[in-house]
């Protein structure tokens, strides 16, 4: 998947509005989806200025009812039997979002391009699908490199604060996952290589340091949804 700093850069090559990629150069969820959005339109726009060759009419047209297929959910993470039992929700829930994203793009697909809105409203929806789909897949991932298991709920209870609390702690939180992030960013680059005496402790290390940003993230993510409900 493109970043969306290079999504900015082929709507600009393509002809795209300079205005419109200044106004939506920050990579928000929102952003990111109008300019993958735009970018649809333009190509749409380019297949259409140049249509492919008409066929000649004497040649037989034969139509096919449409055969609509579930979606294949593809092995991203392995087997299951490849995950202890802790990780088995983990795993059901990135097979469900991977089903969901499917559902989302067939739906996009349809959109008529005068339904501008509305293929907006699917664009977020996946930005925020694939959001949940990457964390997901991240503590898989990490349990496939290193036997280890990242936590998967927040064990903090944050029902007793009021609006202004939650969103002072939000704040020192996000504060926190910066350090962490940078932390865990030194810790790899310092990480000898595995037949070093030390790289098992140090391994160990940057683990933990790995497990208290996820703890963070956590925090966060339940803090942010009791602000909005």
């Known amino acids: 998947m493109r970043t969306h700093s290079e999504n900015l850069e082929l709507y600009l090559s ?29 190509e749409k726009n380019t297949k259409t200025a140049f249509p492919a ?14 055969v609509f297929l579930k979606p294949e959910v593809p092995k991203l993470a392995g087997l299951i039997t490849q995950y202890p039992a ?3 929700p983990v795993y059901h829930e990135l097979e469900y979002l991977w089903s969901k994203f499917c559902e989302l793009k067939l739906e996009l697909n ?16 996946i930005f925020q699908l694939f959001e949940k789909f990457d964390k997901n897949k991240k503590i898989l991932d990490h349990y496939s490199d290193y036997k280890h298991i990242l936590p998967i709920e927040s064990k903090r ?3 007793k604060m009021t609006q202004l609390q939650l969103d002072l702690e939000r704040r020192n939180i996000a504060t926190l996952i910066c350090r962490r992030q940078q932390t ?9 290589e595995e037949t070093d005496p030390v790289f098992n402790k140090k391994l160990s290390s940057l683990n933990h340091k790995k497990e208290q940003l996820q703890e ?3 925090d966060q993510e339940k803090i942010i949804q009791l602000l909005h409900s």
């Open 14 to 42: 393509s002809g795209g509005d300079p205005k419109l990629a200044k106004l939506h150069k920050i990579g928000s969820i929102q952003n990111r989806s109008r300019i993958i959005y735009l970018l649809s339109k333009l």
């Open 53 to 66: 060759e008409i066929e000649s009419p004497e040649r037989e047209i034969i139509k096919e009812d449409p």
């Open 86 to 88: 802790e990780l088995h």
């Open 110 to 125: 349809a959109t008529s391009p005068e339904h501008e809105k509305k293929a907006f409203g699917i664009q977020i929806k």
């Open 157 to 159: 209870n944050f029902d």
């Open 184 to 192: 865990i960013k030194k810790m790899e680059e310092l990480l000898p």
């Open 216 to 218: 963070l993230i956590l």
